[in-house]
């Protein structure tokens, strides 16, 4: 069995353009282009202070799981997060999700596609094995790339659910920095 690596990367620490290649593939093979950022965009986020990066490979180089999030003064916001398909069902992604709630002295955030098929209740239920909630609060992503469509979803909390007062302030700060609407 090889051993797991776990890299991290801000604006303090780039990633290197191998690890950067990984992660944008990821992002392609785990999301439909909407969810996502164009390859200059997400490049572009590493000069944000707030965007964090960890990036799960083995002793290969290859890149196993992504999680992306923002880390504001009042919580952290996950914005993507996969598994490569090869490496789902193995535990993977909860060992990595359990590194950011462990390391969390606030509430994290993430959005979720409203559970109205199979595959949305799926990974809500993941989340849900994994402490989040699903908060009752319909929320619209702004569209991340032009031409675009935004995208209703709903916000999931950690490690409780969320008053709506909360949400609105966080659904703000997401609009103001992430989004920059």
Known sequence: MTKNILMKYNHNRLPITSDFSSFFSLLERSFPLKEFRTKEGQQSLF???????????NTEDAVLALLSYWDFP???FIEHFAVDPDFRGGGIG????????????????????????????????FYERNGFVLNDYDHVQPPLRPGSPSIPLRIMSYPQRADRKTLRQTVDI????VYQI
Do not use: W
Not at 47 to 57: A, C, D, T
Not at 174 to 177: D, I, N, P, S
């Open 174 to 177: 997401l609009y103001q920095y």
């Open 94 to 125: 909860g060992k990595l999700l359990h590194k950011i709630t462990q390391q969390a002295e606030k509430d994290i955030f993430l959005e979720v596609a409203p559970p109205s098929s199979n595959m949305a209740k799926r990974r809500i239920a």
């Open 74 to 76: 009042g919580f952290y």
């Open 47 to 57: 000069l944000q202070e707030e965007y964090q990066l960890m990036l799960l490979k």
